[in-house]
């Protein structure tokens, strides 16, 4: 079975989904009290993943950064691109600003990847000598990324923390509940992703059979957040890198592969963080990334002991607690609280006589994280990894 659930022992498991094997890896759950004094927690309990956080290794990393830079006189990209090459940043990648020519201009955007501070600083320094510059070197975008690192190289481990982040990311940010922002998976590079839940709106091709929930590929990569506009989010097992195509990159060995959670900021979030040019990132604090960027929860359910389930209401109770941990082992945290809204709205629209069928159009972003808890052990892990992150 895809997944268990056993309210008699306590206990859930799901097998995670790929694309390109037929792993049978499964990520197991128990369902514990919590301590919580707050009402609203009163009769729920944890659903809690089985995962040993501590055999992982947390590491942070501006994964690219994107800089603009404005000369006093235009250049070509050839000369561009060999200035820039001569500080030493060999990865790199040169968009042309300007309107006037495609190939000659005085404003461009140079991307490094994986840049180093003293290499980015020389090649800015470089350009400043050969054609001087309009004003500071400033920053268009860049990806944070975080990594996590099996202590012991086994491949199942890996496997299953990139599941767990894909099932406890949990976003208020409001780029995150767009209508083409919401949670989705693609099976590989350049595919067009499936909605993670097709009750939002964004349905598939009309002869696609598959079902209105499904969990996301392991071995693929989950999204949230639109297409390069203001910012968004990446689940994924890194397991290549210089990838350029599906078919052109270069495989990682073993040690070296991670599981891995990203965000990228583009330049209206840049701004809303007041980062505008590169000394900026100097004085920035990465570590207040974590409460906005990379929040995950726990999922609580309503399990009152000692329930009567021969009654038909604790039947129907029993029955709704299955299909809400259902989809949470399909959909994670995101899917869970889109249900919370689609009920509420569901609700509203029926107490003002019509009809239900275009609720589900739009979700709003929560106001507060509803019947979660925060997964404390592993929001500390990111908070470490982000706290030695400096430019």
């Not at 060999?90 to 600003?97: A, F, G, P, R």
């Not at 860049?142 to 496997?159: G, N």
């Amino acid at each position: 079975m895809r997944r268990n659930i056993n309210l008699e022992t306590k206990k859930a498991d799901v097998a995670l989904e790929f694309f390109k094997s037929a792993s049978k890896t499964r990520l197991h759950y128990k369902i514990i009290p919590h301590e919580l004094k707050q009402r609203r927690f009163q009769g729920l309990k944890i659903l809690a993943p089985e995962i040993d956080l501590s055999r992982f290794r947390t590491n942070a990393t501006i994964d690219w950064l994107e800089v603009q830079v404005v000369l006093q006189r235009k250049t070509n990209v050839m000369k561009l691109r060999h200035i820039v090459e001569q500080a030493g940043n060999t990865n790199i990648w040169v968009k042309n600003l300007g309107r006037e020519s495609r190939y000659v201009s005085a404003s461009w955007i140079i991307k490094f990847q994986n840049p180093e501070r003293i290499l980015v600083a020389d090649a800015i320094h470089l350009l400043s000598c050969e054609f001087k510059l309009r004003g500071p070197a400033s920053v268009n975008a860049m990806e944070v990324s975080i990594d996590f690192y099996p202590k012991s190289s086994r491949t199942k481990e890996r496997l299953k923390m990139v599941g767990l982040l894909q099932r406890h990311l949990f976003l208020k940010h409001p780029e995150a509940w767009q209508p083409m922002g919401l949670p989705r998976s693609a099976a590989r590079l350049g595919e067009v992703p499936f909605w993670i839940n097709d009750d939002l709106g964004q349905t598939r091709a009309e002869k696609d059979p598959a079902p209105s929930s499904r969990s996301p590929f392991v071995d693929g990569t989950y999204q949230i957040g639109p297409q390069k506009k203001g910012v968004g989010w990446r689940v994924m097992d890194k397991t290549t890198d210089k990838r350029r195509s599906s078919t052109d990159f270069e495989a990682l060995p073993l040690k070296q592969c991670r599981a891995r959670v990203e965000v990228t900021l583009y330049r209206q979030e840049i701004d809303r963080l007041d980062i505008d040019t590169i000394s900026d990132l100097r004085r920035f604090d990465f570590e207040t990334l974590r409460r906005t960027y990379f929040p995950f929860y726990l999922p609580t359910f309503a399990m009152e002991e000692g329930s009567d389930s021969s009654s038909v209401s604790d039947h129907a109770s029993r029955k709704r607690l299955l299909l809400e941990i259902g989809r949470f082992l399909d959909e994670g945290v995101m899917g869970v609280a889109t249900g919370w809204g689609a009920t509420r709205r569901t609700r509203q629209w029926r107490k003002r006589g019509k009809a239900s069928s275009g609720v589900h159009r739009t979700i709003s972003p929560p106001h507060n994280n509803g019947p979660l808890i925060e997964y404390s052990e592993l929001n500390e892990k990111v908070r470490g990894a982000l706290r030695y992150l400096r430019w």
